[in-house]
Nanobody, 116 residues
């Protein structure tokens, strides 16, 4: 069983920055493909960014390209989402997800609110 714990969310003004962290339990983090999803009120959960187990390949939804960066530190069992130039439409609950073999694990989610 893998546990994922997100941190770093909160309230930020438009144009500001936040860095989300997702710490994973277990000793095989280097073999996990990681991703960040978000869900805004009344909307479906959407994929924001993903990174392969090695960290060499990343993908982003078009709406965050050039503003968000996903990274993975296998030594710290942690994946990050650096979010810059935040917009009100980025307001959502952000979830961390890990995929290992046929197993999928989710974090509990963390609120990000972008508002003046």
């Amino acid at each position: 069983q893998v546990q994922l714990v997100e941190s770093g969310g909160g309230l930020v003004q438009p144009g500001g920055s936040l860095r989300l962290s997702c710490a994973a339990s277990g000793s095989t983090f280097s073999s996990y493909h990681m991703s960040w999803y978000r869900q805004a009120p009344g909307k479906e959960r959407e994929l924001v960014a993903r990174i392969t187990a090695s960290g060499r390949t990343t993908n982003y939804v078009d709406s965050v390209k050039g503003r968000f960066t996903i990274s993975k530190d296998n030594a710290k069992n942690t994946v990050y989402l650096q979010m810059n130039n935040l917009k009100p439409e980025d307001t959502a609950v952000y979830y961390c997800r890990a995929v290992h073999s046929t197993w999928i694990y989710w974090g509990q989610g963390i609120q990000v609110t972008v508002s003046s």
